[in-house]
């Protein structure tokens, strides 16, 4: 038999075959399946079209055939898409080594893990453990794959980790992320008559005013793992207006705001709902919309869990939070104590200089086989 190949000339397989999240991720998902032949799992595929028509493809692999609800003990779950790369970045999906590192595009974010989880399962005594691998479609997009995973129910596990670059850190929990838009409308009229009009725009500002008081609010509510701790909000853009001499007719704005774990996910929507139609009540001819049109909850896991022990212990990094979004809250809703963990760095992570260092790479494999070994047991056996 030929030797296995190392975590350095899968990961280098798998940059080699593109996987922008505009692309499909079936060739990641047929190299993955090669490789998962020889040890025999069991194979689960979940198809669907994406918006664009575009098939996509979440894999459940484990050692046996599971009962429809029956509990793995552990699941690696990892995404297979990557952001885009520039055109000016010839070598993306060529990958090389230089200096004890894999550069190309998903080297850290996140096939550096696939290729972790694929070597640590290729030479694993598998068929008692309790253990699953799931790699999703479209996390790059609004994690669009494991919200599939959570809504069918196509995997239920106690303990799962989530692969993203935290250098080998265990990331216990993370904030959510929700955006909403305002839309105001007023009634354009020429500006040397404004008492003819309504400007959109001032009645915008005076909205802002009133949603840098749930602002205020989502500050008194702490959870001091986080930095800064509470949930944050932003304005990050804001449109209206047609030319300088005419009341502005309709003003729209992108109110941003990314809730610590634990508060309700639609609390600062209800606020600002609260917050517009007191402005309303107070003055009927204010017409303004306010819609929710995402809202992804935070995640958090105790800190006592064996997982996150074990992780702890196993790396030697104490657990962590994250400021990037992930798909540990889905994992979490399908009942999971959920830690995010992987090899590379964040900070390299959808730039052309995406990299992970050897040494991470080889020591992920081994943490993985050892978490194996300690969690992935029955708990009927
Ligand atoms: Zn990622």
Redesign the pocket.
């Known amino acids: 038999m030929s030797p296995l190949p190392t975590v350095t000339e899968i990961l280098m397989d798998l940059i080699a075959i593109p996987s922008v999240s505009s692309a499909s991720n079936r060739p990641i998902i047929d190299y993955a399946l090669e490789h998962l032949k020889p040890i025999q799992w069991n194979f689960r595929m979940f198809p669907y079209l994406d918006l664009k028509g575009m098939e996509k493809v979440n894999l459940v692999a484990t050692p046996r055939k599971l009962f429809s609800t029956e509990a793995v003990e552990l699941a690696l779950v990892c995404?297979t898409d990557?952001?885009p790369y520039p055109d000016d970045w010839a070598e993306a999906v060529r990958p090389k080594v230089i200096n004890g590192r894999v550069y190309g595009r998903g080297a850290c974010?996140?096939k550096g893990f696939l290729a972790c989880i694929l070597a640590a399962v290729g030479d694993l005594e598998v068929s008692e453990h309790s253990v699953a691998v799931a790699f999703t479609a479209d996390?790059?997009i609004g994690c669009v794959g494991a919200k599939r995973m959570l809504g069918e129910r196509q995997l239920y596990a106690r303990n799962a980790v989530v692969?993203?670059?935290t250098r080998l850190r265990p990331v216990v929990a993370g904030k959510g992320y929700a955006l909403g838009e305002v839309a105001v409308r007023g009634k354009a009229a020429h500006s040397a008559f404004p008492q003819a009009g309504r400007s959109a725009i001032l009645d915008a500002a005076s909205l802002i005013d009133s949603i840098r008081k749930v602002g205020r609010q989502a500050e008194m509510q702490r959870h001091e793992r986080f930095d800064p701790p509470f949930t944050t909000i932003n304005i990050g853009t804001i449109s209206g207006g047609a030319a300088k001499n005419i009341v502005p007719a309709e003003c729209r704005f992108l109110v941003e705001w990314r809730p610590v774990p634990g508060q309700s996910e639609r609390w600062i929507a209800d606020l600002i709902q609260e917050e517009l139609a007191l402005a309303q009540r107070v003055d009927p001819g204010l017409q303004a919309t306010f819609e929710a049109i995402r809202i992804d909850p935070g995640f958090e896991t105790d800190l006592q869990s064996k997982l996150v022990r074990e992780l702890e212990r196993l790396s030697g990094n104490p657990a962590e939070t994250a400021a990037?979004g992930?798909?540990a809250p889905y994992l979490k809703k399908l009942g999971a104590e959920t830690v995010v963990f992987g090899p590379g760095d964040?900070l390299a992570?959808h730039s052309s200089n995406e990299n992970v260092p050897i040494a991470e790479l080889e020591r992920c494999v081994e943490i993985l086989r050892v978490l194996i070994s300690r969690l992935a047991i029955s708990s009927s056996e």
């Open positions: 995404h990557t952001v974010d996140v996390e790059e692969g993203e670059p990037f992930t798909e964040m992570a």
